[in-house]
Structure formats: C-alpha cells, structure tokens
C-alpha cells in the first residue's frame, strides 16, 4: 500500500490501493517506540488492575503446578521420565505452555481491544498483537524465577544444554504463539462470534500438549504422530529434556520447528492479507 | 514549488450488504455457503470518487461539506488508516492525522504517562515529547495532577491535557477533523489561538474539516467542497463557504411554498423551518432549538381536522416523532373556520441527533387527507462535538437527548 520513495532531500511516498504484501519490516522498525509504548502500557495496565500486582504473574504458575501436582502426581501417580519430582515436570510444561496460552489470549483479543486507536490512527497494525504476546513473555520471566527456585528446593541437576534448549524452546514457543496469534487476532475482527471459540480452543490444546504427561505415555503410533504437528510438544520436550535427563525426541523438536515456522508466516500472510480493512470492519 | 500533497483521483467503495449485520459473524458465514448466492442484496457505495486537489506547502485548506459527502473518509485515506479504492496520493512530507483527541488515553495511566503515550500514538517520538513535555504540561494546565491517574481527571482536563499534547506535533502535514469545536468557549478560544499559530506564524500545511465556518474562514485560506463523494467547488475558502451555503439553501429550499390549488379544502402553502433567531434555515445546531412554520388555507369549514408532523430519519420510513397540534389542544378538533392559518411548532435543542431527517406535514381528518407535504429536509450538526471526543461519530441513538444522573455511593 505504501511505498517509500527517498528523493534527494524530503521523503516522498505515495498511498495506494492495497494490493502488496509485504512483510513491512522496515516500517515496524520505524514504529518501534509506540512498539515499546504498547506493551508498556499492557503491562503497565495489566498489574495496575490486579490487587497482587506483579506477584500474580508468579502465583498463576504456581498455583496451577500444585493443583496438577496433587491430581496428576499424587491421585493418578502419572510417570515422568527419570523420575523426575512430579512438580518439576510439570512445571517445565507450564513455563512454555503459559507463553502460548496468554499470548493466544492476549493477541486474539487485542485488534478488537483497540479497535478505538485502529480506526483513528495509522501504524503497522502488526504492532498489537505483536506487543500483546511480548506482555505473556514478560509474564514468563517472572515465571522464570520461580522456576529456579523450585529445581533449587529439589535440587534438581541440570544439564548444561540447558543454555542452549532454554532459549530454542522459547523461540519455538514464540513463532507458534505469533502464527496463531496473529491468525486468530484477524479472524477475531472480521468475525466477531469467533471470540467465544478462543478459550475452547485454548482449554482442548492444553490436553492435546504433554503439559501434564510425558511424550512417552502416548503408546499409539498414530497418536504421536498427531502430537508431533503440535509446535509446543517439540518445545516443551526440549526444555524438559535439560532437567529431567532424557534423550531429546530429534524428530518431534524438528517436525515441531517446521510447524511453527509454518504457522508464523501462515498467520503473518493472513494478517497482512486483512489489515488494510480493519478499520472498515472495526 | 512542488505540492506537498497531490490527490490523484481518489475513490472509496463500500459495499453494503443489505441482510448482513454491519460486521461478520461466522454463524453467518456458515450459514450463508449452504443457502443459495442469489438472494444476496448487496450495493456499492461511493463514499469518493474522482477526488482530486493539490496542496502546497504553508497552505491551510478547509474541507467542507454535509455529512456523508465523504470529508471523513477523505481525511482517514489520507492518514493511512484506510486505503483507497482506486486513485493514488502523493506525499512529500511526513502526515499526521488528529481524528480525535487523545486517541488511545488509559484510566489506569497517570496523566505524564498518557502524554507519552498519546504523543507516540500520533507519531512524535520518546526524545521529541521529552524535549516537548514543560511546554505539553504548561498549556494543558494540569501539572498538579501529573501523577494522577487519568480516570480521576474531569472530562474538562482530559481534555486539555489531550488537546496539549497534539498541539505540539511537529509533522509537515497536519490533518486536523472536527477536534476544535470542543470544550468551553475560553479553552475554543486557546485552541483556535494554537491553531492560527500554526498555520499562519509557523507556516505548517493543514487540513481542516470541520462545521464550524467561521472558524474555518479565519484559519483556511483555500477551501473543497464535497458533495456526494465528488468535488463541487474549490477556491478561496470565503468562496467555498460562501457557495456551500448558497447551494444548501437552494437545495433545501429553506422555506418552501405550494401553488395554490383551490380544489382542495384545506392546502398547505408555506413551510419553513426556523432557528433560535427566526430565520429560515437547512441545517442546525443539535445544542439549539428549532421551529417548524406551517402556514395553510382551510377554504371550507371542516369539523375534525388536525394538522400533524412526522419526523423521520431521511431515508427511513419510520417516524421517530409525530406531533399533533390536537394532542394538547382538542378545541382544534372543533369546526374550523375558513381562512389562513399560521402554526408555529417549536422543538427543543438536543432532540435529534446528528444526521438528515425528513419531515412530514399533513392536514388530515379523522377519514380524509386533505394535503400532505413530504419533502422537507434537515440536516442538524454538532457545534459541541462532545460524543466525537469520545471517540464515536456522535451519540449512539436517534435521539440526543440528555438526562441527568444523580449517582450516589454507599458501601
């Protein structure tokens, strides 16, 4: 829609009938404060509204390990790998899958959530559910803390890879979480019935991802293949793999690496399709 | 010297989807792919076609014109927010759009918060609004409440502070829509000041929309005038102004008059709608009243009539409001003499809401319809503009009716 002449001395640029896609980055990094001034804000706001602050984004993991612990750990005595302490294990889980759960939430209502500055201002409309999934990383840090504390409490060892794995499952996470954030955030606008199928969604992968249960519990061949096009059960699988000393599923991580690059520029191209009309529709 | 701006033939198409609601839901579109295309109403609307104008750098220019004729969708196209159907627009300076003021404020935020947040949302940049804010908090007059939180603002500081903050945007190109005509006068006053700074001493191009003519006159120097989407007039802006309303008189016919037909009983033969001052008039202000003037014949003595009107949306059939001179007056309905007759029906400020209406005249008895008058048109605009503040096009009803609430707290 919009292409950047650089003449001489003043930039020039013309406003067009869309018909290109591209992926804009040249444009985002020029709106990489208000970028930064939107999740400030959301995260800002976010803590500002809630009587437990900061602390909230600790307690939520927390709180949901100990309720999976005594349901999975103790009442159905689940397995984990090694022996792992049951809390451990899940915890691993959580780290990852809240990313991708409250990045989902967050993303797929943030185009109508600010459907006020959409419709009266222009900027790369990637920005908001693109900040939106960074509140949800900001959430993971401070899950993150607590996470050191309990592998400290059970003194936990730690494979060194651990350095490496940390971060790809995070990235991993990520592409995911921005495909499908993205994808669903666009969707939301154009039709707005679509919102009450998010949380569903959300509540059905939680079981469709080894949050709760180890990869190697599924026995049915077809069934771990169907688990392999989830991109958060490579991503969980490889942070787990660090603590609870098992071998790395190389196939389940790589299958699960091309599925989220696939859902990121899947949900990017959609996005990108349908922006240009959002303040038509919103 | 090369035009800062140059609008290439611009067009906006929408499509209005008669069975549709005005956004999708999926429960539709589901529903839709197993029932057959052909009984889908769907129409294209031109909100512009074939715009077109220059401007050069340091020029004011006021776009004019009803509502509806395309002036806000002119200036969303123009600020990126939607694109363009057909045409092409050449820019050669950095645009800023102030659709509203203090686009994006948060309650939960301190007042020094928004100010960096509003200012990002319009553009400037993190040093620019540090470089700015003594000069942002001095001319909104609320450093007392820097770090209170928004929601404890009165609208009146909101404002202020909102208003502060876009006044010192520094782009090449400022597009400014309908964002003057807020507040009290005193605050009208400072921001019309801010305005005429800016245009004349500063020299920045601006592009003005607004209702408010006499404003428009003193900050614009070349106007547009929108019809239908398409360019009717364009020159000086005392020009434009000066057609725009010699055209919606003549288009609206301020006072309208029948020949007289002897044939019938009773005949409607004048029909005005007048504002506070008494004069005839096309469009008014929502915050003033106005009044109807019937002037009619009854040329044989008829028991049982009544004289009434209809007020309804222009363009819908359904009446939102129908009044009969009977309804507190039944001697009325009591046999009228012969003779001429003058009816007066005066409505108060904030009755109708934003938008064209149609009244409906009609000399009826309890059987017959001795005349009807169908085709008075009004239009009524908002000089106060506190709803478009708040981010919506106007009230969000037929009516604008306001009422006061008296809210108390207990624990």
New interface residues.
């Given amino acids: 829609m919009i292409n950047f002449v650089f003449s001489t001395q003043i930039m020039e640029y013309e406003i067009r009938p869309a018909s290109k896609i591209s992926l804009g980055l040249k444009e985002l990094w020029e709106f990489r404060e208000l970028f930064y001034f939107f999740t400030w804000r959301d995260i800002k706001v976010k803590y500002k509204q809630t009587i437990l602050g900061i602390l909230w984004a600790i307690l939520q993991p927390f709180m949901l390990m100990l309720v999976f612990t005594m349901f999975f750990g103790q009442a159905l005595g689940v397995h984990t790998d090694n022996n792992t302490p049951y809390p451990i294990f899940v915890y691993s889980g959580l780290l990852l899958w809240n990313i991708f759960s409250s990045g989902l939430a967050n993303a797929s209502n943030s185009m109508v959530s600010n459907s006020g500055i959409i419709k009266k201002i222009y900027f790369p409309r990637l920005i908001i559910p693109m900040s939106a999934i960074l509140v949800a990383l900001f959430d993971f840090l401070m899950a993150l803390v607590v996470y050191i504390v309990i592998l400290i409490y059970y003194g936990q060892a730690v494979n060194p890879n651990i350095i490496i794995y940390l971060p790809l499952s995070i990235f991993i996470t990520i592409l995911a979480t921005f495909g499908l954030g993205t994808w669903l955030s666009a969707i939301n606008v154009k039709y707005r019935d679509f919102r009450y199928v998010i949380p569903f969604l959300i509540q059905i992968l939680l079981f469709l991802t080894p949050v709760i249960y180890p990869v190697s519990i599924i026995k049915f061949k077809w069934a771990q293949t169907i688990l392999m096009l989830n991109p958060m059960a490579g991503a969980i699988d490889l942070l787990r793999s660090s603590v609870t000393h098992s071998a790395v599923n190389l196939q389940l991580v790589m299958t699960s690496l091309c599925v989220s690059i696939l859902l990121f520029f899947a949900g990017l191209f959609y996005f990108r399709k349908t922006e240009y009309y959002f303040a038509d529709l919103s | 010297m090369k035009p800062i701006l140059e609008i290439k033939n611009i067009s906006k198409k929408?499509r209005i989807d008669h069975e549709l609601q005005p956004?999708?839901?999926?429960?539709d579109?589901v529903f839709s792919l197993f029932r057959r295309k052909n009984n889908h109403s769907t129409e294209d609307f031109w909100a512009l076609k074939n715009v077109s104008f220059d401007v050069h750098p340091g020029e004011s220019v006021g776009i004019i014109g009803k509502n509806g004729a395309g002036k806000s969708t002119l200036l969303?196209?123009?600020?990126?927010?939607?694109?363009?159907?057909?045409?092409?627009?050449?820019?050669?300076?950095?645009i800023a759009?102030l659709?509203?003021v203090g686009?994006?404020f948060?309650g939960?935020?301190s007042g020094r918060?928004n100010i960096?947040?509003n200012g990002?949302?319009?553009?400037m940049?993190?040093k620019e609004i540090q470089k700015k804010f003594d000069e942002i908090v001095d001319f909104s007059g609320v450093e007392k409440f820097l770090d209170t939180p928004l929601k404890h603002y009165s609208s009146g500081m909101q404002l202020r502070l909102a208003f502060a903050v876009a006044a010192f945007l520094e782009p090449e190109i400022l597009l400014i829509d309908e964002v003057l005509a807020v507040g009290d006068a005193e605050f009208q006053k400072k921001c019309l000041g801010k305005m005429e700074d800016v245009t004349k001493n500063e020299g920045r191009t601006v592009i003005f929309v607004s209702h408010n003519m006499t404003a428009m006159k003193t900050l614009c120097t070349r106007g547009v005038l929108l019809k239908n989407g398409s360019t009717a007039n364009s020159g000086t802006m005392e020009e434009v102004i000066d057609y725009y309303l010699r055209e919606s008189e003549k288009k609206h016919l301020v006072v309208n008059t029948f020949a007289e037909n002897k044939k019938k009983e009773a005949q409607i033969l004048k029909v005005s709608v007048i504002d506070e001052n008494g004069s005839p008039a096309g469009s008014f202000d929502l915050n003033k009243p106005f009044s109807l003037v019937i002037e009619y014949d009854i040329r044989e003595s008829i028991t049982g009539l009544s004289v009434s009107v209809a007020i309804a949306q222009a363009g819908e059939s359904q009446n939102i409001i129908t009044s009969n001179e009977a309804e507190l007056n039944p001697e009325t309905l009591k046999t009228r003499q012969t003779g001429h007759y003058k009816s007066l029906i005066k409505f108060p400020e904030k009755l109708l809401n934003v938008g064209s209406y149609r009244l409906r005249i009609g000399i009826t008895s309890h059987r017959t319809v001795y005349d009807v008058v169908d085709e008075i048109f009004i239009d009524i605009f908002d000089s106060v503009g506190i709803f478009q503040n708040l981010?919506y096009e106007k009230k969000n009803s037929i009516l604008s009716m306001q009422f006061n609430w008296d809210t108390t707290r207990s624990n």
Avoid at chain 2, 23 to 27: A, C, I, N, W
Avoid at chain 2, 76 to 94: A, H, N, Y
Wanted: glycine share 12%; hydrophobic share 30%; no cysteine.
């Fill in positions: 929408f956004y999708l839901s999926l429960r579109s969303k196209i123009l600020s990126k927010i939607t694109p363009p159907t057909e045409g092409k627009i050449l820019s050669r300076g950095r759009s659709l509203e686009t994006g948060h939960e935020l918060e960096f947040l990002s949302i319009l553009g940049k993190r981010g």
